[in-house]
Structure formats: C-alpha cells, structure tokens
C-alpha cells in the first residue's frame, strides 16, 4: 500500500498529539468521510478521528464501488494496518456498524489485538437477520427509502445533478448492506457500545441489542428517541459516550 492509497481512504481532519486514542469512523450507506468532521471537530485533540472514504464517492467517484461487506472490510483493514502503531476503536453508523464488525474481527485475527472499542450505532446486530431487498427497486424507490430514513442531505436530494452522482454509490451500499450474511465465528473480545434510535425501522431494541452475543467483553446499550439518523438530535450525549470510554481506555 502506497501512501497514496492511505489518502484516498483515510482522512484526518484534526491530527492529535502523539499518543492520543484514535477513533475509526465508518459511514452509512451512501455517506462519505466528510459526515465525521464534526465528530473530528468535536472530540480534538484528545480523540484522533479517522474517516474512512469508500471508493465510488466524492473525490473517489471515478473508483469501483466495492458492494460486498466482506470485501469492503478487507481492503478497510489494509489500509487501517499503517495506524495500528497504536490502540484503534472503531464507530460505524448503519452499514459502518456491519462492516466495523467485520474490521474489527479481522484486526483481533489477523494481529491478535483486538479493537479497543467497537461502537455500533443504528444497525442490527450482525446475526439478526432480514430479508431486504430495497437496492433492487428502480431509482424512485431506493429514493423514497433514502428520504424515509433522512439519511441524504435535503440539499443533495433537491439537486438532480448531485443525486445522479450520488445514485449508484447509494444503490450498492445498500446492495453490499442488504446482501451481507453473517458467517460465525469466535467472539470480539473488545468492549461493544450499541446506540440505537426507538424507532427505527432498520433496526429494533431487541435487535440492537443481540450485539452483546458477538463479544465476551463488557457490554453497553444506549436508545434514544428517534429514527434512523437519531444520532443527528443527540449528538452532544453521544459525543459525551465515546470521549469517555477512548479517554478511559487511553488513561487504562
């Protein structure tokens, strides 16, 4: 890998000093590394944020879209392999949440340190399963979900030019979301903190909650009121979470 090849995927937007807890931030489907800057605002420079950038969007829009979680996880954990020098924790919204999951299995395989925290926010836990089925409705359908979850811009959704942009990264997130079979194996061992909205149609408590059967380490669950992006009206207490549980790791 080239360090090239790490600019693409990585974006640092608020470099901490040396030996602060790092935070791997995973978008949703359709999203982009831009989504975490204020979450790279908000928690420098005692937290370093890392946002990831899929190919298929923004600056990498001329690049293959990658529509299996798997595979997209691989390719996010070669990249990742230069910043293990130091404790990583992972957060992932959505289709982030799945694929952190699988980041963070692969980094416990492949190095035999796991993740410091994984922090899944509005998905299902990897073995609840669905029947899904929205990346194969033709373009006014897959908007009517995208709009029904809140999940674009209003800005984007009232420009056509940016929307077609924006379509086919859209359509195989969802396709690589919606696809994804969860294969078992052992358990994390890292803490796991689930945030998750009442009421979201992707997503129940309950469902939310199975997250404590993928790791043998402590567990920890926090619902909100709101819908899919209820992570957008409580980001001051989310904030609030994730700053703790990286400044206790850092300080343990």
């Not at 831009?34 to 928690?43: D, E, I, N, Q, T």
């Not at 390719?75 to 992932?92: E, K, N, S, T």
């Not at 669905?130 to 995208?146: F, I, K, P, S, Y």
């Not at 689930?194 to 469902?207: A, H, N, R, Y």
Request: with cysteine; net charge negative; charged share 20%.
């Amino acid at each position: 890998m080239t360090d090239h090849d790490n600019g693409l995927w990585v974006r640092r937007f608020h470099p901490a000093p040396a030996g602060a807890p790092r935070l791997v931030c995973l978008p949703h489907a359709g999203g982009s590394a831009s989504f975490y800057f204020p979450v790279s605002r908000a928690l420098s420079p005692a937290v370093e944020v890392l946002s990831v950038q899929y190919p298929g969007r923004q600056d990498r829009r001329h690049e293959p879209c990658v529509d299996s979680i798997p595979e997209l996880a691989r390719q996010v954990f070669r990249v990742l392999r230069p910043w293990l020098d130091q404790p990583l924790a992972i957060f992932g919204h959505s289709m982030g949440a799945t694929l952190g999951f699988e980041v963070a299995r692969l980094m416990e395989a492949e190095t035999g340190t796991p993740a410091t925290h994984l922090f899944p926010s509005g998905r299902r836990a990897p073995s609840c399963h669905r029947d899904e089925t929205v990346h194969l409705l033709d373009d006014e359908g897959l908007l009517a979900d995208v709009k029904k979850l809140s999940g674009t811009n209003s800005a984007v959704l009232g420009d056509p030019d940016m929307l077609r942009a924006a379509l086919p990264a859209i359509r195989n997130d969802y396709r690589a979301a919606e696809t994804y079979e969860y294969t078992p194996g052992p358990k994390l061992s890292c803490p796991v903190t689930v945030f998750t909205g009442d009421d979201d149609p992707k997503t129940t408590v309950d469902e939310a909650r199975a997250w404590q059967e993928h790791t043998t380490g402590p567990f920890d669950m926090h619902v909100f009121p709101g819908g899919h992006f209820f992570l957008a009206q409580h980001q001051p207490a989310i904030l609030r979470t994730l700053s703790a549980a990286l400044t206790r790791t850092a300080v343990g």
